[in-house]
């Protein structure tokens, strides 16, 4: 179950920058899609990380209590192991890496490498089920007005506020901004094109999307770098030109 809930958080947050076709066509995975990021006008993600945390300790409180072992005086030791084993046994550390590794970053490793297989199962609908009855409860509400308290002080918006839905973004081709200004130099080689970091959103979206004028940029970047260099004229250069007008001065009065 904690692994799970561990897998389910990656999964989801993956998920949402993708567009419901690219979602696949696996039925517990668009229900689970549509209850997520569709019911409650999107605050069911939030919910469900609120209802995963309380689900989360649950489980860790369970765990610790069953893989630690506390001897009572008199006792002797398990399988004859010698005190300084068995004092470390009865901290629970075990429990500890037990979860960690085995219930927590395992599962997550999978979750990130195949999102949408993740969702496409029974069993993730079922806890996110679960996950959103307990933030119903109103158990960790508080953490509701925390999350809006900090949004109003540092001015947090949505990404679609700043990168489009994921329906917006494949229309136009193009990538998160987060992403642009790292991508773009290094992909296209417009080196040769001054402050091109800072050129018009709409510029950088048709360079991305139209290899034509990606091309064309390129060419203009690379002509750029390779154009000679106009010589300055020569301190001479005044006076030989006015012996020649004097000379055709002479010229014409002949």
């Known amino acids: 179950v904690v692994g799970m809930l561990e897998g389910m958080q990656i999964a989801f947050f993956y998920v949402a920058k993708l567009s419901e076709e690219e979602r696949g066509s696996n039925t517990w ?3 689970t899609c549509d209850l997520l990021y569709n019911k409650r006008n999107g605050l069911n993600l939030p919910g469900f990380m609120i209802g995963r945390q309380l689900c989360v300790v649950s489980c860790f409180f369970i765990v610790a209590r069953v893989v630690t072992h506390s001897l009572e005086e008199g006792e002797t030791n398990v399988l004859g192991l010698p005190d300084v084993v068995q004092n470390f046994l009865n901290l629970g550390f075990q429990g500890a890496l037990i979860t960690t590794i085995l219930a ?5 490793l999978v979750a990130g490498a195949f999102p949408i297989a993740f969702l496409s199962t029974p069993i993730t609908y079922i806890l996110l089920v679960i996950c959103l009855t307990l933030e119903w409860t109103g158990i960790c509400n508080g953490a509701w007005v925390l999350g809006a308290i900090f949004k109003k002080a540092l001015g947090y918006q949505l990404d679609e506020v700043y990168i489009g839905t994921p329906e917006e973004r494949k229309a ?6 987060s992403q642009r200004e790292i991508m773009i130099p290094a992909e296209t080689g417009y080196h040769g094109l001054p402050n091109f970091g800072k050129a018009p959103k709409s510029l950088r979206d048709l360079a991305e999307s139209d290899p034509e004028v990606g091309n064309y940029l390129a060419e203009v970047a690379a002509s750029k770098g390779s154009a000679p ?7 001479s250069a005044p006076a030989m030109s006015a012996a ?5 001065d002479d010229s014409v009065e002949c």
């Open 244 to 248: 020649a007008s004097y000379d055709d």
């Open 29 to 31: 995975a668009n229900k």
């Open 104 to 108: 927590s970053i395992t599962w997550q």
């Open 172 to 177: 136009r081709g193009a990538k998160d901004d």
């Open 229 to 235: 260099a106009v010589a300055a004229p020569s301190a």
